[in-house]
């Protein structure tokens, strides 16, 4: 089991249905330059172009990182999406360590 799904289960995830509600849902987005297709992995995420929630804060702390395979900024894949899908912000802290 990999590192992410290892969380996702210590967190409390259980198979149920797709999509469903979980506490956890652990996804690695990109992976620098790199494209990756395996049936476990497939990087860049395969939905980040579609998802306003992903591509919003990405291009807040990052707007000029490139997505494989074209290369194109997370900022202009933010201005492409538009703004049809609403994005609301968390103001959650975590606990001192």
């Known amino acids: 089991m990999g590192l992410?799904?290892?969380l996702e289960?210590?967190?409390g995830r259980r198979?149920?249905?797709r999509n469903g509600p979980r506490p956890l849902d652990v996804d690695l987005l990109v992976f620098g330059d790199r494209s990756i297709q395996r049936p476990e992995l497939v990087?860049?995420?395969p939905r980040l172009r579609q998802r306003n929630f992903v591509l919003s804060p990405l291009a807040e702390?990052?707007?000029e990182m490139q997505i494989p395979p074209d290369g194109t900024?997370?900022?202009?894949?933010l201005r492409a999406l538009g703004d049809d899908q609403d994005v609301?912000?968390?103001t959650w802290r975590t606990a001192p360590i």
């Open 15 to 17: 198979l149920g249905p």
């Open 88 to 90: 609301m912000r968390s």
């Open 61 to 63: 702390i990052a707007p």
């Open 9 to 11: 289960w210590m967190a």
């Open 43 to 45: 990087v860049p995420h």
């Open 73 to 77: 900024t997370a900022a202009a894949l």
């Open 4 to 6: 992410a799904k290892s």
